[in-house]
């Protein structure tokens, strides 16, 4: 039998499997769970829809409260003209030394970074593997070569490009999807997913250098093609896949069994980020509704026999 779930961003949307989530604007609740999603003191970077990018310090979240004021973050470096065009991604390593960022002049940069002294260290590598914009990156940590290795995805070639930071060498192709790649995340050391304005979710393993699974983007009716997928992410545990979509649905979708749990739609707009917390107890994500939402995972209905 069909169940709706309501969420106070949201609309009421028919689903296919029980409701899972609550829903709200952001506040600051249970901040001991969500402030460890980042470290205590950690470093952001800013790119912007122009040439420069920031480096910026924030809060230490373990001072967070509900009565905590905002306040602007302390700018540590600011870089102009990094890029010839604007910066549509960026991304830290597994260590915070390397910084990677992707733009629309079809170009990828890396930049070494010193956090002690907050500034750059040695000359930027530039890499011109992609015929479009690079839309998304994201890094897998080597461990057999002790060396970060970077994930690229864009516009016009519609390919996925494995490359080692320490070499700038290219060495390994994707390729599948017909459309513009939207976002990537990796995973487990060898797992990687990416989604795509062709409306589809694939799933990569570098051991078997190919894709592994297709998931097809659900309509918010259940019924119907489904929308361009603007960004996924998966749970600590592996085990659970989000993504947000074009037609501000969001989709849960069971790695183990592979098959979808839930669609919903926490915003009214298109969804742009949603991220996990550490423990996968709440889901944030983010739209050109300019909201930020978090759900809670722990709902009424039983979770334990998806994670």
Known sequence: ????????????????????????????????????????????????M??????????NCNELS??????????LLKRM????????????????????????DKSIKLTRFNQELCNVEGGVMKLAVHKGTVRDLCFMEDL????????????????????????????QTFTGHC?????????????????????????????????VDVISAPSASGTGPGSSVCAVCVDPSGRLL?????????MLYDLTSRKIIQCFEPHTAEIRTVRFSPKAYYLLTGSF???VVLSDMQGKSNLGSIF
């Open 1 to 48: 039998m069909d169940r709706k779930l309501t969420s106070r961003t949201g609309r009421e949307i028919q689903n296919r499997s029980p409701s899972l989530f609550q829903s709200q604007d952001w506040k600051m609740k249970r901040s001991s769970e969500l402030s460890s999603s980042i470290p205590a003191e950690a470093f952001m970077q800013v790119g912007v």
């Open 50 to 59: 122009r040439i420069p990018y920031e480096s910026v310090h924030t809060q």
């Open 66 to 75: 509900e009565n905590y004021e905002t306040h602007e973050p302390t700018v």
């Open 81 to 104: 003209k990094h890029h010839e065009g604007s910066i549509y991604c960026l991304a830290w390593n597994g260590t915070g030394d390397l910084l990677a960022t992707g733009s629309n």
């Open 144 to 171: 057999s070569n002790r060396s970060s290795l970077l994930i690229s995805g864009g516009s016009v070639d519609n390919k996925i490009f494995i490359t080692d930071c320490e070499t700038g060498t290219t060495f």
């Open 179 to 211: 459309g513009t790649i939207l976002c990537l995340y990796t995973w487990g050391g060898a797992m990687f997913v990416s989604g795509s304005h062709d409306r589809t979710i694939r799933l990569w393993d570098l051991r078997s250098r190919g894709c």
């Open 242 to 250: 989000v993504s947000g979509h074009q037609n501000s649905t969001c």
């Open 289 to 291: 509704d300019q909201r």
